[in-house]
Structure formats: structure tokens, C-alpha cells
């Protein structure tokens, strides 16, 4: 769930550690045989030793299983080397604002490509609709397979009812967007 200084806080399921605990957040470093193996938020990991969650207690992670997707940052001029942002990600949302300020399409340009890269399903989210219309800045995302969904604000829903479906337009494109509030704003 979280790195910081070398101690990683791992969400353990229900039931994990032999006796009936539940749900639980518990602390843990990596153990010396893992060596320089890097290890991000999202990794599946094993644990041993005291996994209870207590505020003293302290597990090691022995192993990482096989990542089903990889969010990664590209190198820059100083940096030769990609580094790994999350693992197991399945969805990228992309939040930006119609106006105020205006939306950066390079940036959002760069998001849609490392979605796609890291095989995940991105949802473009376009805040201040009732401010500006987004029909003439989707309308640039129209070439790359994008769709205006008939129901703008059913994506939201969607996506909320559900952490397991990827909400996307009618026509099946790879992408979708959804402007929060704009289901009952006459389109």
C-alpha cells in the first residue's frame, strides 16, 4: 500500500496468518535475500514473522509474485533508468479541468500512452463541464477511437458500482471519459 524510508505498509486480507484476523494493515521490510529487487506500491508480496498488524510488530517480505501490469515513469536527461510507479494497476483515471485552468493535452497525451503501455484501461475525467461544453475538446481525442458516450455521467456510476468492470463508451474504444454531474445537464 505504501513505501516509506524502507518500511512498506502491506494490507493483509481476512483470515491471513493462521488465526482469524481480519482485515488489517501491517508493517514490513524486505528481507536481505530479495537484494536490490525493487518493490512497489501494488505488488503482491509473501510475508513472514508477525504479520498482526499491532503497532510494534514488524514482518519481513520474502517474495514478490509475477506482476499483471507495471505504471512506469521513462527515464529523463539525468536519469538513464524507468522507474517503476505502481504494479497491478487496472484502471489510470485522468482528471482534468475544462477551464480554469484549461486542460493540458500533452499531458493528458503522455497519461493515455502509459496507460496503454502498462496495459491498463485509462478514464478521462473532465471536471467544470457545466462551465464549458466538452464537445470541442473531445473532439480532438475522436481520431485515437474515443467515443462521446450517450450518458456522461453513467461512466462515473459505472465505475463506482464496480472495481472489477472498466467503464467504456458504446462503440467499445479502449477509452472513455465521464464528466462528474453532467447526467442531468441537458446534452
Same mark, same amino acid.
Given at each position: 500500500? #505504501?513505501?516509506?524510508?524502507?518500511?512498506?505498509? &502491506?494490507w493483509?486480507? *481476512?483470515?491471513?496468518?493462521?488465526r482469524?484476523l +481480519?482485515?488489517?494493515?501491517a508493517?514490513a521490510?524486505? *528481507?536481505?535475500?530479495?537484494?536490490?529487487? $525493487?518493490?512497489?506500491?501494488?505488488?503482491? &508480496?509473501a510475508?513472514?514473522?508477525?504479520? $498482526?498488524?499491532? +503497532?510494534?510488530?514488524?514482518?519481513?517480505?520474502?517474495?514478490?509474485?509475477?506482476?499483471?501490469?507495471?505504471?512506469?515513469? @521513462?527515464?529523463d536527461?539525468?536519469?538513464?533508468?524507468?522507474? *517503476?510507479?505502481?504494479a497491478?494497476?487496472?484502471?489510470? &483515471?485522468?482528471?482534468?479541468?475544462?477551464?480554469?485552468?484549461?486542460?493540458?493535452?500533452?499531458?493528458?497525451?503522455?497519461?493515455?500512452? *502509459?496507460?496503454?503501455?502498462?496495459?491498463?484501461?485509462?478514464?478521462?475525467?473532465?471536471?467544470?463541464?457545466?462551465?464549458? =461544453?466538452?464537445?470541442?475538446?473531445?473532439? $480532438?481525442?475522436? +481520431? @485515437?477511437?474515443?467515443?462521446?458516450?450517450?450518458?456522461?455521467? #453513467?461512466?462515473?456510476? #459505472? @465505475?463506482? #458500482?464496480?472495481?472489477?468492470? &472498466?467503464?467504456?463508451?458504446?462503440?467499445? @474504444?479502449?477509452?472513455?471519459?465521464?464528466?462528474?454531474?453532467?447526467a =442531468?445537464? +441537458?446534452?
Amino acid at each position: 500500500m #505504501a513505501v516509506d524510508r524502507g518500511r512498506y505498509t &502491506v494490507w493483509l486480507k *481476512a483470515g491471513v496468518g493462521g488465526r482469524r484476523l +481480519p482485515e488489517r494493515l501491517a508493517s514490513a521490510m524486505k *528481507a536481505r535475500e530479495l537484494g536490490r529487487k $525493487s518493490i512497489v506500491v501494488g505488488d503482491d &508480496v509473501a510475508l513472514v514473522g508477525d504479520v $498482526s498488524g499491532d +503497532p510494534d510488530a514488524l514482518a519481513r517480505i520474502v517474495r514478490t509474485e509475477a506482476r499483471r501490469s507495471l505504471l512506469r515513469r @521513462s527515464a529523463d536527461d539525468t536519469d538513464p533508468v524507468e522507474r *517503476a510507479i505502481v504494479a497491478n494497476a487496472e484502471q489510470l &483515471v485522468i482528471v482534468t479541468s475544462l477551464t480554469n485552468p484549461p486542460p493540458r493535452p500533452r499531458l493528458i497525451d503522455r497519461c493515455l500512452v *502509459a496507460a496503454y503501455d502498462a496495459g491498463m484501461a485509462p478514464l478521462l475525467v473532465l471536471t467544470k463541464a457545466h462551465l464549458v =461544453s466538452p464537445e470541442e475538446f473531445l473532439g $480532438s481525442y475522436a +481520431p @485515437s477511437g474515443c467515443r462521446m458516450p450517450s450518458s456522461r455521467g #453513467a461512466l462515473i456510476a #459505472a @465505475s463506482r #458500482a464496480s472495481r472489477n468492470s &472498466v467503464p467504456t463508451s458504446p462503440a467499445g @474504444s479502449r477509452c472513455s471519459w465521464a464528466t462528474p454531474g453532467s447526467a =442531468s445537464r +441537458p446534452s
